[in-house]
């Protein structure tokens, strides 16, 4: 990119900025600065606003960047993701979206809290929901890293690590100073110009081929260096036992893994009701299926167009390959028109990234606060817990707001530093062990408390450790960290585990523990307490 490019990509960079932040302080001078006011935006957003705020928080780095990247390089296999990102949602829609706006508050603690001893609930999934955010949010640090290095010529390691520390620092001024209402606005700006942003790309890579989807996938195929194999399933995962284990664990993991993030379920806690939960995601259903079709346009058209060695030259793990695309779309490298529209996607992308780390860091932060902070420092009383959580929330909401944008800053150091190990990885693939940790840790517990009957303290304990330790153990040992030349440490070898995720052996192991850790439990579940929750989840009566 000439000096030139690189300055207008550059100032489309700043416009964004500049206006985000102009929201943020407009939204900041509005606030009372309450618990509600700033993890839920006073509850004020219809459930247009809220649709578009979570497909702004769902469709992320990974989303835009990553999966495109890897359909670009493994043609059919690359697709996994696509679809599994979408059908997550059907669980999301019928399993969880207006139970947990009934059951909950602020978090996901709050809905497993509602008929379990409250402390050791709250430090368990206190302490899922950090992990699996900071996992979230590493992919959309190394997202950025790889977009503004290609800005700058792709050759400058510097650069990318400046980039990935400016992105966490603003990421920490907009949830400490904005909250959930700075939050939301900046996400549902962000998804417009990201769908805006699709639907050009698209529309200008079925044109190339004059509409003709066959000859779009027949170019891709053989540009791709792998002929027919690219448009047949086993380029990435045939390779053997190992891989088709690999294939089935990732599937499983991006299924029921949406259901368990921390940062989507806090976004059923923005709108009043809980019919407009579930009117919400209905809308950003169809406006995440939509994104998703068209990036597998975006995938097979960076493959036909730039070439799948082109796109692997620039970025190993694929993440440059829409870049690219629109690069060479609008004319190629030295056209104004080449330059114009790989600004403007390389901005899109950069208010993805910027927009999904703001929401991750608040959902993570409220997790600290209100879950981690409320537990190990204020004591306990008895009592109901829905009337417990309401008086903590009112009695000190300062304070606790206060420990919340402290945390904001600690969890953005920690990703900054794992995004620095972690930035020659497929940001898909990390979101992928983000979803297997949350399947695993979250999920589990968060469906035994919402329809088994006889789940008790002891088992909700167990089922969130039983699923977050041997995911996070799993990982360390597996090859993303150790043992191949893609891992983060190509130059040692620890890893016994064979496989990439881990969600084929923790989502089992954390049900499981659960299930365990609730029949031996010599604490009798509470009748009155679940019978309370039920009526609470299916009706609607007494939630906040």
């Not at 030295?334 to 996607?345: K, W």
């Amino acid at each position: 990119m000439s000096g030139d490019h690189q300055t207008l990509a550059l100032l489309l960079f700043s416009a964004f900025v500049a206006v985000t932040l102009g929201i943020t302080t407009w939204v900041s001078r509005d606030r009372h600065g309450s618990a509600e006011e700033f993890y839920t935006g006073g509850r004020l957003f219809s459930p247009m606003e809220n649709g578009f705020a979570i497909a702004g928080d769902y469709m992320s780095a990974a989303s835009f960047l990553g999966i495109s990247g890897l359909i670009a390089l493994f043609g059919y296999d690359g697709m996994l993701y696509s679809v599994g990102f979408l059908v997550a949602w059907l669980v999301v829609l019928l399993l969880v979206a207006e139970l947990v706006r009934n059951c909950g508050r602020f978090t996901l603690a709050d809905v497993v809290a509602a008929r379990m001893r409250e402390r050791p609930v709250r430090i368990a999934a206190g302490t899922s929901s950090v992990v699996v955010s900071v996992l979230y949010l590493v992919a959309q640090m190394v997202g950025a890293g790889s977009l503004v290095a290609l800005l700058l010529g792709g050759t400058s390691e510097a650069a990318r690590s400046w980039t990935v520390i400016g992105v966490g620092a603003l990421m920490v001024v907009y949830v400490a100073l904005g909250g959930m209402r700075a939050t939301t606005w900046i996400q549902i700006v962000k998804a417009v110009l990201l769908m805006a942003g699709t639907v050009a790309l698209t529309v200008l890579v079925l044109l190339r081929f004059h509409g003709d989807f066959n000859a779009l996938l027949t170019t891709a195929a053989e540009r791709s260096g792998h002929g027919k194999e690219f448009l047949s399933p086993g380029l990435a995962y045939g390779g053997g036992w190992t891989a088709r284990f690999d294939f089935i664990s990732l599937g499983l993991a991006l299924v029921l893994g949406t259901a368990g993030l921390p940062h989507i379920l806090s976004r059923f806690y923005t709108v009043p009701t809980a019919r407009a939960a579930r009117r919400s995601v209905v809308w950003s259903i169809g406006l995440i299926g939509s994104f998703y079709l068209m990036t597998i346009v975006l995938g097979f058209g960076a493959a036909a167009v730039v070439g799948t060695n082109e796109v692997r030259a620039s970025s190993a793990a694929g993440n440059t390959a829409v870049p690219l695309l629109a690069l060479d779309l609008g004319g190629g490298a030295g056209s104004t028109g080449g330059t114009v529209l790989f600004a403007v996607v390389a901005a899109v992308a950069f208010a993805t990234i910027l927009a999904v780390v703001a929401g991750i860091t608040l959902a993570s932060s409220a997790s600290v606060a209100h879950d981690l902070h409320a537990s190990l420092k204020r004591p306990r009383r008895r009592g109901n817990p829905h009337a417990k959580a309401h008086a903590k929330s009112h009695a000190k909401p300062l304070g606790e707001v206060a420990v919340a944008r402290f945390a904001a800053a600690g969890i953005g150091a920690v990703a900054i530093a794992l995004g620095l190990l972690a930035r020659d990885l497929n940001v898909a693939f990390l979101v992928g062990l983000a979803f297997a940790v949350a399947a695993s840790a979250n999920l589990p517990v968060l469906l035994y408390s919402l329809f088994w009957r006889n789940f008790t303290t002891r088992g909700a304990v167990w089922s969130v450790y039983g699923g977050l330790v041997p995911a996070v153990l799993l990982v360390v040992f597996s090859p993303v960290v150790s043992g191949s030349p893609e891992a983060i440490f190509p130059g040692v070898d620890f890893h016994v585990f064979p496989l990439q995720n881990p969600g084929l052996v923790s989502i089992p192991l954390g049900f499981l523990a659960g299930w365990i850790g609730t029949v031996l439990s010599r604490e009798p579940a509470d009748e009155a307490k679940h019978a309370e929750s039920e009526v609470r989840s299916l009706t609607g009566a007494g939630a906040v």
